[in-house]
Nanobody
Framework: QVQLVESGGGLVQAGGSLRLSCTASGRTFRSYAMGWFRQSPGKEREFVAA??????????ADFVRGRFTISRANAKNTVYLQIDMNTLAPEDTAVYYC??????????????WGQGTQVTVSS
C-alpha cells in the first residue's frame, strides 16, 4: 500500500512558476514509477508526466512542450513537478494528482492516487 500526499498548489498569476510535491508513505517508494496527472473543470483527467523508479526515464504529454519537469528524490520519498517560470497559463488550471504504479505506463490505470492539489492560474 502506498499513500500519496500532494502539496504546492495554489493561486498563481499567468507567467509565474510553481513546484508541486508529492510525498509517499512506505519504504517501497523507490520501487514505483511515479506520475502526475491533472483534471480541469469539465474535462477528463489527463496524463501530464511520469518518471521511472530510478529517475532514468521520463515521459511528458505533448502539451507540456518542455514547460514542466518531473523529478524525484527517493531518499525523501518525494516526486516533484516543476513548472517553469513564464510558462503558466490559465489553461493549466486544474487539480493536479500524483500517482504511483509498479511499472511506468501511460494509457492504463495507475494503482495509487493522491487526493490532488488545486492549481489556479489567473490571467
Amino acid at each position: 500500500q502506498v499513500q500519496l500526499v500532494e502539496s504546492g498548489g495554489g493561486l498563481v498569476q499567468a507567467g509565474g512558476s510553481l513546484r508541486l510535491s508529492c510525498t509517499a508513505s512506505g519504504r517501497t517508494f523507490r520501487s514505483y514509477a511515479m506520475g502526475w496527472f491533472r483534471q480541469s473543470p469539465g474535462k477528463e483527467r489527463e496524463f501530464v508526466a511520469a518518471i521511472s523508479w530510478d529517475g532514468g526515464n521520463t515521459y511528458s504529454a505533448d502539451f507540456v512542450r518542455g514547460r514542466f519537469t518531473i523529478s524525484r528524490a527517493n531518499a525523501k520519498n518525494t516526486v516533484y513537478l516543476q513548472i517553469d517560470m513564464n510558462t503558466l497559463a490559465p489553461e493549466d488550471t486544474a487539480v493536479y494528482y500524483c500517482a504511483a504504479n509498479p511499472t511506468l505506463v501511460i494509457n492504463t490505470p495507475w494503482d495509487y492516487w493522491g487526493q490532488g492539489t488545486q492549481v489556479t492560474v489567473s490571467s
